[in-house]
């Protein structure tokens, strides 16, 4: 039976895993190939990179983060962050991930999404996407507005439309984040997740608001999620995605377990 | 140990090249050269993307030479597109060949409420005698990620069920395929890889 994946997210920034909420009050915490180890070790599914604050002088220094972290891991890596032509995501996969997440690059010019597949199958490209809901929208979830810029740029595009155009463009997934959750520590945004997971036939990732295990449960009933990604939650009590998955696996859902 | 890793522009080759090393072994990459496939000891064939890509393998007569190394009892192993190949063909890319070693065609996941792909971890039914699969316990989990599939037949080694059964693992003699990657399933797919490298004809029954 398929199960439901839980994704260790690592924030980086100039070669370092940072904490911080909403990109503010930014916290060294540690290295990024020892925190992905760690996390494989301990039961994740798979490992996000999160270059936060890409920069162009900053490139060099993410394809030897990706390689130092790529070099001893054996479970899906992806990398996303800055990534804004098919020839940077050529670097970031010959560094070692499997799949990379473009955001804003996309956006800005969906073909890109087409031009990455192309090249490295449907499988490596993770379109993932920001969202708020809009209470001016004839349907606020649904038509909930896409912001780039770490959301502080709205696009004018609404959520289940861009995500329907990703697909048709030949996106292997969607990583989905509420701009209206993430931070909160209240909860995923189920209704968000549920409309986008509900419209389109790839993979939703839902990211944003975990706070407890109970919010991982909802997410995968409710929110129709096929993966969530866990980043603070591992800071804030519960003390891997092991003993997560292990909770997971009690209230009922499929997990991999033992990992 | 040389493992020769066949490179048909589908894809990127490092997780499979960097699994093959930690393992010990020493992987060497061709991508039209036919002299490493005809000296080959150990041939891996992995593949993401689309079956058209195969197309290469005809044009650059790679075919042929897998054809005869197989033919030679050189252990093979393909990898998802890699392991789809071993069979007559792919309603993916309809026009393109594969090898044909194993008789059968692969299709897409039928229309469901499921997601396609099948995207993430899910368990192997190991049949009884796969040499590849050793050692692999039920309810083990290994990493997919594709829309199209083997059916089940008596070369099937392990069965996975994702909208309806299908062949997660084939293996016949020598020639073996996973649909799964054994290169990011931790140390399951580590496992798996160990076998590969470790099988010999002399191990046959």
């Known amino acids: 039976?398929?199960?439901?994946?839980?994704?260790?997210?690592?924030?980086?920034?100039?070669?370092?895993?940072?904490?911080?909420?909403?990109?503010?009050?930014?916290?060294?915490?540690?290295?990024?190939?020892?925190?992905?180890?760690?996390?494989?070790?301990?039961?994740?599914?798979?490992?996000?990179?999160?270059?936060?604050?890409?920069?162009?002088?900053?490139?060099?220094?993410?394809?030897?983060?990706?390689?130092?972290?790529?070099?001893?891991?054996?479970?899906?890596?992806?990398?996303?962050?800055?990534?804004?032509t098919a020839d940077d995501a050529a670097q970031v996969f010959e560094a070692g991930a499997d799949k990379v997440s473009v955001n804003s690059a996309a956006?800005?010019?969906?073909?890109?999404?087409?031009?990455?597949?192309?090249?490295?199958?449907?499988?490596?490209?993770?379109?993932?996407?920001?969202?708020?809901?809009?209470?001016?929208?004839?349907?606020?979830?649904?038509?909930?507005?896409?912001?780039?810029?770490?959301?502080?740029?709205p696009t004018g595009r609404r959520v289940v439309e861009w995500a329907r155009e990703a697909e048709a463009r030949g996106a292997g997934e969607i990583l989905l984040t509420s701009m209206d959750s993430d931070g909160t520590r209240a909860g995923f945004d189920c209704e968000l997740t549920a409309a986008v997971s509900e419209s389109v036939g790839i993979p939703v990732i839902a990211s944003g608001g975990a706070g407890t295990v109970g919010?991982?449960?909802?997410?995968?009933?409710?929110?129709?999620?096929?993966a969530a990604l866990a980043a603070s939650i591992f800071h804030f009590g519960v003390s891997s995605a092991r003993s997560l998955k292990e909770e997971l696996a009690k209230a009922g859902v499929s997990v991999r377990l033992p990992c | 140990m040389r493992v020769t890793v066949i490179d048909y522009k589908a894809g990127n080759l490092t997780s499979v090249l960097k699994v093959l090393r930690h393992l010990g072994a020493e992987p060497e990459v061709t991508d039209a050269d036919l002299a490493p496939v005809e000296a080959a000891e150990r041939l891996v064939l992995p593949g993401v993307g689309h079956f058209a890509a195969t197309e290469r393998l005809d044009a650059?007569?790679?075919?042929?030479?897998?054809?005869?190394?197989?033919?030679?009892?050189?252990?093979?192993?393909?990898?998802?597109?890699?392991?789809?190949?071993?069979?007559?063909?792919?309603?993916?890319?309809?026009?393109?060949?594969?090898?044909?070693?194993?008789a059968e065609s692969c299709t897409r996941f039928a229309e469901s409420t499921e997601k396609v792909p099948h995207v993430g971890w899910n368990s192997l039914e190991v049949r009884k005698g796969s040499r590849l699969l050793a050692g692999v316990e039920p309810g083990e989990y290994v990493y997919f990620t594709h829309s199209f599939k083997g059916p089940v037949t008596n070369d099937t080694a392990a069965i996975t069920h994702y909208i309806e059964p299908f062949a997660a693992a084939v293996e016949r003699g020598n020639v073996m395929g996973v649909q799964f990657h054994p290169e990011k399933s931790s140390a399951t797919g580590l496992k798996i890889l160990r076998n590969f490298l470790s099988w010999n004809a002399e191990g046959a029954e």
Request: net charge neutral; charged share 25%.
């Open chain 1, 1 to 84: 039976m398929i199960t439901k994946r839980i994704i260790a997210c690592l924030d980086v920034h100039g070669g370092r895993v940072v904490k911080g909420v909403q990109f503010v009050d930014l916290v060294d915490a540690g290295d990024p190939a020892t925190q992905a180890a760690r996390h494989a070790r301990e039961g994740a599914d798979e490992i996000v990179l999160l270059d936060i604050t890409a920069t162009h002088e900053g490139r060099q220094t993410l394809l030897d983060t990706v390689r130092r972290t790529a070099r001893e891991l054996f479970v899906p890596f992806c990398v996303g962050g800055g990534i804004r």
């Open chain 1, 107 to 153: 956006l800005a010019d969906p073909t890109l999404i087409d031009a990455i597949g192309r090249s490295f199958g449907a499988q490596a490209v993770v379109v993932a996407i920001d969202a708020r809901r809009d209470p001016d929208a004839a349907d606020p979830v649904r038509d909930a507005q896409v912001f780039v810029q770490g959301g502080r740029k």
């Open chain 1, 215 to 226: 919010h991982f449960v909802d997410v995968f009933a409710r929110g129709k999620a096929d």
């Open chain 2, 60 to 102: 650059t007569g790679l075919t042929a030479a897998i054809r005869a190394a197989i033919a030679r009892g050189v252990p093979f192993l393909g990898i998802c597109v890699g392991m789809q190949w071993l069979y007559a063909g792919s309603s993916e890319a309809p026009e393109q060949r594969g090898l044909g070693h194993f």
